[in-house]
């Protein structure tokens, strides 16, 4: 069975540019997660979804982000204007309920450059 | 202070070598804890949950001091491919599948 995936696996862009990153969970996963590494900072939740409504997004840093969830199969995550503070890995995660008994699955990450 | 503290190391043994991370947390609140495992440009995965009676899986053993606030994994007869980053995870009652993650310990088992 095919895992979460993500696109694309790498980004590079300029500062200013709009960056949209996006996700497919594990098929019948009801949560969805996006999180930001970097190596100053670790991995940090920026929003997570159940159901395909925002549950919690008081991770996402600034207006400049935005995350939706169209239907069960499919997330955006978007950066507008990017900014280079905003390189690091994006990761998306699915689980299949709520719960910390739920093991969150991680998809390879997209590695955003922002010049 | 940040919510999960970790020695980032990284830790350099032989293998066979007995290794052990320790990982503090700072909300007494937290009730559920894991160790997950990032190898280089990869992405995390779930190694084992934490116990408070302790638990082990194989080589590695996981342990919870709820009184001390820390987690700890110890893995025995450290192979090449253990080599990677371990991240300590907790999660908080009442904040549903949000997870907190350390920075991360690394590991590195050589010949």
């Known amino acids: 069975d095919a895992g979460v995936i993500q696109s694309p696996r790498h980004e590079v862009t300029e500062m200013g540019q709009e960056v949209t990153l996006r996700c497919k969970p594990i098929?019948?996963?009801?949560?969805l997660f996006w999180y930001r590494q970097t190596m100053m900072r670790g991995l940090e939740l920026l929003i997570y979804?159940?159901?395909?409504?925002?549950?919690?997004d008081s991770g996402m840093p600034e207006d400049r982000f935005s995350a939706k969830m169209p239907n069960a199969s499919f997330s955006t995550l978007k950066i507008q204007p990017s900014e280079p503070r905003d390189s690091a890995v994006y990761f998306c995660?699915?689980?299949?309920?709520?719960?910390?008994?739920?093991?969150?699955?991680f998809g390879p990450g997209t590695r955003l450059t922002v010049l | 202070r940040k919510e999960v503290e970790q020695d980032p190391g990284p830790f350099n043994v032989p293998e066979g070598a007995t290794v052990a991370f320790n990982c503090t947390y700072s909300?007494?609140?937290?009730?559920?804890f894991f160790w997950y495992r990032q190898d280089c440009r990869k992405e995390p995965k779930l190694l084992m949950s934490?116990?408070?009676s302790g638990n082990e899986d194989g080589r590695f053993t996981a342990q919870l001091n709820r009184a001390s606030q820390y987690i700890s994994l110890l893995i025995r007869d450290s192979k090449l491919s253990d080599s990677a980053t371990y991240l300590c995870?907790?999660?908080?009652?009442?904040?549903?599948?949000?997870?907190?993650f350390g920075t991360g310990t690394r590991l590195q088992v050589t010949l």
């Open positions: 995660a699915s689980s299949l309920g709520g719960g910390a008994d739920n093991e969150q699955f």
């Open positions: 098929s019948g996963h009801d949560y």
């Open positions: 979804f159940n159901n395909n409504v925002p549950i919690d």
């Open positions: 909300n007494s609140a937290s009730q559920s």
């Open positions: 934490v116990y408070s």
């Open positions: 995870v907790v999660c908080n009652t009442g904040t549903a599948s949000k997870l907190t």
